[in-house]
């Protein structure tokens, strides 16, 4: 760290403000979970905001961005509004997926964030169809796609790579290296632990960036992307870093030591950005304390919002499975009696009444209870 | 690994030139001449897969497509299912239309992620703000001694996945029809193709814009005594038995192919039993979750009081596909099966 160039103090200071936000929105949306707010699973990025953010402001507008379960920040770094990734965590219709993915399947197609994935490699094909897209289409447009140190034991990690580098495709492949899959250490699960190199099998050149330092992620990211835009050569960055927090919210964290925790909370990605900025001079500490102010205030409107934002309708349990036209105007039956869009299964065709609806209404009530 | 069986030059004559007519074609012809046509029309259609392009494809169905569109829209690929299907699904979300060949069904198992935990559930786990048009193609079927790898059906696993669209079209003309559709169609369609038919002949209109709709069963066969509702390949087996049930049993079955499984057509389905009061389901796939348990619930549920008899089922043994050829012929339908299932729906009335 401070090798590299700083940006200019407007960039360095919208780069420090949203890594703060992913942080205080990570951790209120850690604090909501445990109210019962927020449900299922909820895997927090706390550690790893200067990979996201130093990787995704490497991006154009127009690249796409393609994400894990872990993927809260990469919404809000691509300019999703945090009201909407927070009612998307509590359920609500508003949410960014309309309560239908929760915090594993985040979405904003308007900014080309092209989703969260729930499975783990899921997202490398996807990544390289976009690609495929974005290349087909004779745009210059590229995909920044990010998984695990766990996916790159998935087959999909070596049949994207191979199929993107034989057809010369527009992508960035970045394993953020947090040293756990899940439970399972860097060293337990992977015969080669450093990672950036197992692209060279496939055609594709590793690139590596201190995924603590925001400027260093930052930096490599940018001449991958040129790569990937310009040569037509796909890369496999490898960012190093570490996530502060267990792997979901159900993790007792008994395969770490608080010795390695703390060890790797010395290189806080925050603290020490902010830091440097200061001994640079382009930082007073009452700028970092205004970024922090602002940071939270933004995630109180989140929550006020996302707790105002209704539940969406039974009714809608249903909806957008299909696209239907003048071909699919169902998928149970087709019933020439019927006007209008069919969807066929009975009960949806009649209001969700009677003991659905009370037992929607019970789940509401409970939810309401528990805070 | 799957080789064609079948390598006639493609020969299509026209019994009836002009608009309105139609021309014999293999089923495999049909299905090219679909691509062929959609490409054509929509400079979004692309099709990629194992073996397509130099090599024409294991079943012929892609032949001379790579000389007439090049390699930007024919695509060989790796041997990588899950990716191919993985890269159709993501070129689908920005805008294309692909169509991936999977060499047979088999090896659609190695794509299953792709197909159900993202082709069939992205539009709906993203709020409905990207829609998937990709077509995955695939051959099924057993008769070729294939043995266990490569014999099976599998339309039921995919009917299990809402969100998806199943086709199994049973002759050229669904074929060529059904396969423009599911081009056309903004959802994801798991198009699934008979290793049995690829060389068989049938009438296909003449018409550019012959579109079969999904979720429109065909009657194959009028009849008021029994309902033999016939999947895939079974739809023309059924058809040969209804003959036999008219010549040597005085039962006069009418014969329903649904032609696609999602949506099902259940009207014309249910119309027919309420007419028969006896219905017998055939598939060639195997009987626990298949098809015809499914179809045979929907019946009862609606039609429990038009029924005369049990609905029946004709199913594929619940075994792997043995290699033997004599084992191999008795682990799936034949006419004779279907005769006696049909015959025993008019015991103890």
Known sequence: MGENQLPEAAVAREWLSTMTLIRRFEERAGEMYAKAKIGGFLHLAIGE?????????????????????????????????????????????????????????????????????????????????????????????????????????????????????????????????????????????????????????????????????????YEVTTEALRRAREDRQPVLVEAITYRFRGHSMADPEEYRTKEQVEEWRERDPLETFAARLADEGMLSEDDVKEIDEEAVSIVDEAVAFADRSPHPEPESLYDDIYVFGDQVRGWYTVDERAAGVHRGERERDEPQDGARREQFQAVVDSQDAEV | MATTQDTEQRKASTSNGGGGGTK???????????????????????IMGEDIGVFNGAFKVTQGLLEEFGEKRVRDTPISENTIVGAGVGAAMVGLRPVVELMTVNFSLLAMDQIVNSAAHIRYMFGGQVSVPLVVRMPQGAGHQLGPTHSHCFEALYLHAPGLLVAVPATPADAKGLLKAAIRDDNPVVFIEHEYLYGQRGEVPDDEDHVVDFGRAAVRREGEDVTIVGISRMALTAEKAAQELAEEHEIEAEVIDPRTLRPLDLDTILAS?????????VEEGWPHGGVGANLAALIQEQAFDDLDAPVGRVTGADVPMPYSKPLEQIAFPHEPQIVQAVVSTFRDV
């Open chain 2, 24 to 46: 014999t074609l293999r089923y495999r012809e049909a299905l090219n001449e679909a691509l062929r046509e959609e490409m054509h029309r929509d400079e979004s259609v692309f």
């Open chain 1, 49 to 217: 905001e200067a990979t996201i953010v130093g990787s995704a402001r490497a991006m154009r507008d127009d690249d796409y961005l393609i994400s894990t379960y872990r993927s809260h920040g990469h919404a809000i770094v691509r300019g999703t509004n945090p009201d909407k990734v927070m009612a998307e965590l509590f359920g609500r219709v508003d949410g960014c997926s309309k309560g239908r993915g929760g915090s594993m399947h985040m979405f904003d197609l308007e900014r080309r964030f092209m989703g969260g994935y729930g499975i783990v490699g899921g997202n490398l094909p996807i990544a390289t169809g976009l690609a495929l897209g974005a290349d087909y289409q004779e745009t210059d447009d590229a995909v920044l796609c990010q998984f695990g140190d766990g996916a790159a034991n998935q087959g999909t990690f070596g049949e994207a790579l191979n199929l993107a580098a034989l057809w010369k495709l527009p992508v960035v492949f970045m394993v953020t290296n947090n040293q756990f899959g899940m439970g399972t250490a860097l060293a337990r699960h992977s015969a080669v632990t450093d990672l950036h190199k197992r692209g060279d099998g496939f055609g594709v050149p590793g690139m590596r960036c201190d995924g603590m330092d925001v400027v260093d992620t």
């Open chain 2, 273 to 281: 039993v309420r007419k028969t009061n006896r219905c017998v389901i």
